[in-house]
């Protein structure tokens, strides 16, 4: 069976295109159609701008900007731990009488890479500072950078501000570090002509020294300061401790000087490890 072609009547084609060119001619006579023209092209580079700009080019840079921001943070990183370095070397060389024999043997033991003048950096590897406020088992975790230290039991470490306990135990190259503030631990320190071993509290940032009045008659005033005596060869002689807070009397003759430590161990991510004194 034939298919026939339906009949288009020649009055539909000329009226069609009557009507076209009657547009056309009011578009190029009038500019009727030139403001939805320019709305549809600035639709269309609206959405191409955003289409390029949000979605295209953030994924494309999606992977740079996680390097970037990987980079900014090491470098970040890296420049703290140089300012902290900084910091200890600092209060090391402040404290050069005291820490140091002669400057020929402080020279000997300078080595930039790992070592700051008799001190090896380490950085902060555990310290569970809730139990720091809560309790009295005083505690932190350090490891060097570098090189470990060649004989570390019962090193004095220090921070940028002065020191801070000694190292008790070592983990395989893992230093366990007993605060001034631990109940077990016991500071050789002095005031004046007045020397005690100085108990940690168990309290943050508080040390005790316990006298007799019948013994030691003289009287102690408020924030009078107290140092590292150098007894027991732990400690270096004549670092500042810190200042008395009060003073408790115990019984008809007998005292508590509540010394309130010059340095604050939860501050700072990297310590020192002084190899002699």
Known sequence: MANYAPNTSVFSYVFFILLSSFLLYLDFTNETFLKPKNTYKTSVL????????????PLVQFPELLHSKKNLIKQNNDLRLQVEKEYISNFVLSKNNDFFLNESKLNALID??????????????????NNYFCCSNHRLFIKPISDKA??????????????????IYDLNGIYEVMLLTDIKHSTPVFSENFHCNA???GKPGIISCMYSELIWDEQFAIDQKFYTSGLGG???KNILIGNVLDIKNISASEKEIVIKLKVNPITENLFGIVVSS
Request: aromatic share 12%; no cysteine; hydrophobic share 40%.
């Open 150 to 167: 060649t004989e570390p039991l019962q090193s004095a470490i220090i921070n940028s501000q002065g020191l801070i306990g000694q190292i």
């Open 234 to 236: 732990v400690f270096p």
């Open 199 to 201: 108990k940690g509290s």
């Open 46 to 57: 609206s959405l191409n701008y955003f289409f390029k700009n949000y979605i295209f080019e």
């Open 112 to 129: 930039k890479e790992n070592n700051l003048n008799k001190v090896i950096i380490s950085k902060l590897i555990k310290f569970d500072t």
